[in-house]
């Protein structure tokens, strides 16, 4: 099993920055990708970023391009977010997510391991 944790999450202004991070814990010594979902209120769980693991590509949705930057600290086992410009419709609760194997990396059923979420809250 692995557990994920996520902090950083919070209330900010529309166009300011929010720094998200996930400690991961456990059978970590087989990760091949970590990443980010997010889900508004009534809406599906959205794919944000990706990061394999093991060669550090990352992969981004078409909303977040630009603005948001994913990053791990493999010595820490530890991923990150960095959102910048945020916009109101960046508010949703936060998930971080690993798997252990190749899976496609913007369809969150693949994903074995979730963390409990973090609130983002963007205000106009």
């Known amino acids: 099993q692995v557990q994920l944790v996520e902090s950083g999450g919070g209330l900010v202004q529309a166009g300011g920055s929010l720094r998200l991070s996930c400690a991961a814990s456990g059978r970590i010594f087989r990760t091949y990708i970590m990443g980010w979902f997010r889900q508004a209120p009534g809406k599906e769980r959205d794919f944000v970023a990706a990061v394999n693991w093991i060669t550090g590509t990352t992969y981004y949705g078409d909303s977040v391009k630009g603005r948001f930057t994913i990053s791990r600290d493999s010595a820490k086992m530890t991923l990150y977010l960095q959102m910048n410009s945020v916009k109101p419709e960046d508010t949703a609760v936060y998930y971080c997510?690993?798997?252990?194997?190749?899976?496609?990396?913007?369809?969150?059923?693949?994903?074995?391991?979730w963390g409990q979420g973090t609130q983002v809250t963007v205000s106009s």
């Open positions: 997510t690993s798997a252990p194997d190749y899976i496609e990396y913007y369809n969150a059923p693949g994903y074995p391991y």
